[in-house]
DNA sequence: TTCGATAGCCGAACACTGTTCTATGCTGGT
DNA sequence: ACCAGCATAGAACAGTGTTCGGCTATCGAA
């Protein structure tokens, strides 16, 4: 019975383990230095995320923190994965695959967003760690079980997670920047403005389509393309 | 007749104009710029492409770069264009508009893969620059004579541009590496191994897929995804 | 023709970044 | 009490983007 095996043991084989794990009190971990990492995240963004601030708000300095982190680049995938493993899954129902599958991509939607734009430090990266594999094996599950061959479930799964990370980072980097005045001119109000000003005879349907293009929420956008692919999908489904 | 409208006239108003142009031999100018940006990264990818670099290709020292370009992120959003000003466009013909926003996507894909890394650069910005703009019109007049409507349409250039972007990101951060040596490791190996190896009980899924799942060709991939994508947009059509 | 204005250029410096080297505490086992 | 070692940091290194101030060469106007 090898069932309880723990998510640590399942760690890909370049995460350095944490050469033995903190002995006395914790004061220093890799779980308190993520834990710090997505406050700082929360708080400030990616842009505030340093080694030395990330030290600084554990209390320490921050050559102290490779001895737990084999660099910046693990510590973004370290991050990424503990985001995933907020995520709940249901048990796979064959029957509602779809609403199932659609589902779980707005949860991973709303986790990573919820993190501002902590999607920027994994972008673009593959699945590695244990929690996003543990997603990865729901989502394969519930398709085949639905009858999607294996290679559209397998292709589907990376289209959807670079579609997911792709929705994110739009969505974190165009806020609705309702902030507190209303001379405040953010970016897409500037653009639209821009757009209205091309020459309509060179560019009609810019011009006719600035408001529509513009006046778009994020998520609203992430539900088109997400029922874009999903219908795409469920065309493969054979049985 | 305003048709002479070139693509100069046509900047976005952030764009800062370079303080009127270049007046005896033209050593240094935003094209020039461009264009060592262009070999750079052609050359060495996104991470070799340093201000000091840049100047140092140009024969000259990095603050003079400073009197024509903004800063990083500009040069960014200027490289971006002048790659999507490769790409040339047919005249629109309703009745294969389908077949001509595929070869559309198609063209962007290999334009942006034919420089390396260089998506990276511009990954997450709105379009904005004049070739990016002449694209997006372009699809609009398309789509919009082919009995899309609007909004529809409008939401579909945002996510195809986005789902453009994560596909080169994709493919060009995870090369062939068919390099020289049979011993060679990537990191697709890697994973594959790593993922063959996890507890059958827990990921019968994973470990049944880890072939299809790395054995992709980033280019059927690519069509994957816009086959999925297409198939979704040609539901809104009405006419 | 002379001459100031200024567009264009650039070395040096600033404030950062991730990372490594080295030294030094502190701990538990012998 | 001692010592191996884990764990912690200060200082320094090699970079980065960007800015400051001074420089030169050219141009339009007197």
Redesign the interface.
């Known amino acids: 019975m090898?069932?309880d095996?723990t998510s640590d043991q399942?760690e890909?084989?370049?995460w350095r383990p944490p050469k033995q794990r903190a002995r006395r009190r914790a004061p220093l971990s890799r779980d308190a230095i993520v834990d710090a990492a997505l406050g700082i995240l929360d708080a400030d963004g990616v842009d505030a995320l340093t080694i030395r601030r990330l030290g600084q708000e554990l209390g320490t300095g921050a050559a102290s923190l490779y001895w737990h982190i084999a660099g910046k680049d693990e510590l973004g995938e370290l991050v990424y994965d503990r985001i995933m493993g907020e995520i709940q899954l249901p048990e796979p129902d064959p029957a509602r695959w779809d609403d199932q599958l659609k589902e779980l991509a707005r949860c991973s939607y709303r986790a990573m967003l919820a993190h501002n734009d902590a999607v920027?430090l994994s972008?673009?990266?593959?699945p590695?760690g244990p929690n996003t594999?543990r997603i990865?094996?729901w989502m394969?599950?519930l398709m085949?079980s639905a009858g999607i061959p294996?290679?559209?479930?397998?292709?589907?799964?990376?289209?959807l997670g670079?579609?997911l990370?792709?929705?994110v980072?739009?969505a974190s980097?165009?806020p609705p920047a309702e902030d507190d005045a209303e001379s405040v001119e953010d970016?897409g109000d500037?653009?639209r403005e821009?757009?209205a000003s091309?020459?309509g005879?060179?560019?009609?349907?810019?011009t006719?389509?600035a408001d529509?293009?513009f006046d778009?929420d994020a998520d609203?956008?992430f539900e088109?393309?997400l029922?874009?692919?999903?219908?795409?999908?469920a065309?493969y489904k054979v049985p």
Chains 1, 2 share one sequence.
């Open positions: 090898a069932t095996v399942l890909p084989p370049w920027r972008i673009g990266r593959p590695a594999l990865v094996e394969l599950t085949r294996d290679q559209p479930a397998a292709y589907f799964g990376n289209t670079r579609f990370d792709a929705s980072l739009e980097t165009a970016g500037m653009m821009y757009w091309l020459p005879d060179r560019f009609p349907n810019l006719a389509l529509t293009t778009v609203d956008l088109f393309g029922d874009l692919l999903m219908r795409g999908l065309a």
